[in-house]
């Protein structure tokens, strides 16, 4: 079943929709930030999720404005562009990418409101960002950016890959619909580009332990 059947079916047809092993299903986003299934579908306690995430986080960052919030994330933590390269992971495959028709946008946008009215806040706060950081400046940084993630791919990337079961296990991708990279390990700095993301937490949680381990080695022993 692809996306516009479900919409037609499912959501159109007023069937119950569980959430896929009790976490995964309606207004995503919202749920993996805390709010339970009754606040969920409570327009006001969206709203007071919304503000308590607008005062604590200084910049939420959007997936199709991605340059423009690499830019502004390197304002804030005052980093320069050249640590916010990176290459473009889990991109769908073109024959894996679904049209929807007008009117399944229409049923969706109605059924997942919350996550929308999260979306949809944050994507105008981006947007007020931009104008006080300087669209003149930003477009400028957003070419300084892309040609910074030029190098980076010549550098480190063989071949852009299909089948991605050619790949060593740490750059196999969560799906075979998306497109991979073939990543020259020879370069250490080049993994972490390619890497996929459990592979990357799990090497985080090692570099924690770690460190926890020198800062507190008589806790971890006694554990």
């Not at 896929?20 to 409570?42: A, F, H, P, S, T």
């Not at 199709?64 to 804030?76: A, R, T």
């Not at 109605?110 to 994507?123: G, S, T």
Request: aromatic share 10%; proline share 3%.
């Amino acid at each position: 079943m692809d996306l516009e059947q479900f919409a037609s079916a499912y959501i159109g047809g007023e069937r119950p929709i569980p959430r896929v092993r009790d976490y995964l299903g309606r207004n995503q986003q919202l749920w993996d930030l805390g709010m339970d299934k009754e606040d969920i579908n409570n327009h006001e306690a969206v709203e007071r999720k919304i503000k308590q995430m607008d005062e604590d986080f200084d910049l939420v960052m959007i997936t199709e404005d991605f340059d423009s919030s690499l830019v502004l994330l390197s304002d804030v933590l005052c980093w320069p562009l050249a640590n916010m390269t990176s290459l473009k992971l889990n991109a769908r495959k073109k024959s894996a990418i679904e049209e929807l028709s007008p009117k399944s946008r229409k049923i969706l946008k109605d059924w997942l409101w919350a996550d929308y009215m999260l979306y949809e806040h944050f994507k105008e706060k981006l947007e007020q960002q931009k104008n006080v950081f300087g669209l003149k400046s930003l477009k400028d940084d957003i070419v300084k950016l892309k040609n910074l993630n030029d190098k980076v791919k010549a550098e480190c990337v063989l071949k852009v890959v299909k089948n991605t079961t050619s790949l060593s296990s740490d750059f196999v991708p969560w799906s075979k619909d998306v497109l991979a990279f073939k990543i020259n390990e020879n370069k250490e700095c080049c993994k972490y580009f390619g890497i996929s993301e459990n592979h990357f937490i799990e090497y985080l949680q090692k570099l924690q332990m770690e460190r926890l381990r020198k800062w507190n080695p008589g806790r971890m022993n006694s554990s």
